[in-house]
Each structure stands twice: as C-alpha cells, then as structure tokens.
C-alpha cells in the first residue's frame, strides 16, 4: 500500500476536471469567499510545510492560488434576469 505521503506520479497540481469537481465540493461545505479560503490555506500550508510531503505542500499550495485568483470575479456575481431565468431552468429539471 502506497504511503499517503508518496507521489501520485506527475504534477502536483488539479487537472481541469478536478477543479470543477473541487469549487462545488467548497460551496456544499461552506459561503466563505474563495480568497478567505485560499489564503487560510496558504497560512496553513507555511504552518504545516515540515509535516507535509513535498507533494501535498505543493498541492496546496496550487489550490491556494488557484483559489485566491478566482477571487476577484465573486465581487462581480450579479443577480439578474437572466441569471434568474437560467436558475429556474436549472431548478426545473432536478
């Protein structure tokens, strides 16, 4: 059984279908702002580098990052008509 501190070969970063995966598990978890959350993982991250595997620091770190640039377009979130429009769509079929 491979140690949880081994590589999972390749790079230690999300592919484009983790990401997706990962942002609808946050909103499920929690309404904190994505910068809230990236930078309490940075902290975490540089808290805890010495007990981490050199993969998971650089994992966390990425998702850090990542999270702290998608920041910027939360301030821009609007609710409109359409966005109302589309979200009764959506609501319709689940």
């Known amino acids: 059984m491979p140690s949880r501190n081994r590589r999972r070969g390749g790079n230690a970063d999300l592919s ?3 990401l997706p995966w990962v942002i609808r598990e946050i909103a499920k ?3 904190k702002p994505f910068r809230e959350i990236g930078e309490a993982l940075t ?3 540089l808290d805890n580098e010495d007990s981490l595997s050199e993969y998971d620091y650089t994992l966390g770190m990425g998702v850090a990052s990542t999270l702290e640039t998608l920041w910027p377009t939360e301030g821009v979130f609007k609710r ?3 966005a109302e429009r589309a979200l009764n769509l959506i609501k319709r079929v689940l």
């Open 29 to 31: 978890l929690t309404d």
């Open 16 to 18: 484009d279908v983790e």
């Open 80 to 82: 409109g008509p359409d």
């Open 43 to 45: 902290e975490d991250m």
